[in-house]
């Protein structure tokens, strides 16, 4: 297997700047609480209560996703994201605890060769859907 060097750029305009957290707007906000803690995430701090309440989880790398109450179907798929995608080290187990906590198959994991720049790279990925329709990809590059 190549190792693939990642250099990590510091935002040059605003100091500190990095990735902290994407939100989610969900319709029923218990049933997607429960599929997103039985992918392992845990829960770090929630406020507000009804259609007002939000929880923040861990991925398990620092990385978050801020969960919303409230949501319906008032808000279109892309209003709530494209996809969200996490590394994972094994995609195909990632995907069938995803399946066995309620989400739903878009596409089964596969390698996917790109004819990237400035090297080729291959992907393994698979997307799952969640209670609202949110797109998520489990991901690693091979």
Same mark, same amino acid.
């Given at each position: 297997?190549?190792?693939?060097?990642? %250099?990590?750029?510091?935002?040059? =305009? %605003?100091?500190?700047? $990095?990735? #902290? #957290? %994407?939100?989610?707007?969900?319709?029923?906000?218990?049933?997607?609480?429960?599929?997103?803690?039985?992918?392992?995430?845990?829960?770090?701090? /929630?406020?507000?209560? /009804?259609?007002?309440?939000?929880?923040?989880?861990?991925?398990?790398?620092?990385?978050?996703?801020?969960?919303?109450?409230?949501? /319906?179907? #008032?808000?279109?798929?892309? $209003?709530?994201?494209? #996809?969200?995608?996490?590394?994972?080290?094994?995609?195909?187990?990632?995907?069938?605890?995803?399946?066995?906590?309620?989400?739903?198959?878009?596409?089964?994991?596969?390698?996917?060769?790109?004819?990237?720049?400035?090297?080729?790279?291959?992907?393994?990925?698979?997307?799952?859907?969640?209670?609202? $329709?949110?797109?998520?990809?489990?991901?690693?590059? =091979?």
């Amino acid at each position: 297997m190549r190792e693939v060097v990642v %250099i990590i750029m510091a935002n040059e =305009i %605003i100091s500190g700047m $990095g990735f #902290h #957290h %994407i939100a989610l707007k969900v319709a029923d906000f218990a049933k997607s609480r429960e599929m997103y803690r039985a992918l392992g995430m845990k829960e770090l701090c /929630g406020w507000g209560e /009804g259609d007002g309440e939000i929880v923040m989880f861990d991925l398990g790398d620092g990385g978050r996703i801020e969960m919303f109450a409230g949501g /319906g179907d #008032h808000l279109s798929k892309e $209003g709530k994201w494209l #996809h969200f995608a996490m590394k994972v080290d094994d995609v195909e187990a990632a995907y069938n605890t995803a399946l066995a906590a309620g989400f739903v198959s878009k596409a089964a994991p596969k390698v996917v060769p790109l004819n990237s720049w400035p090297e080729k790279m291959t992907f393994n990925i698979a997307f799952v859907i969640g209670n609202d $329709g949110e797109e998520l990809e489990f991901f690693k590059q =091979i």
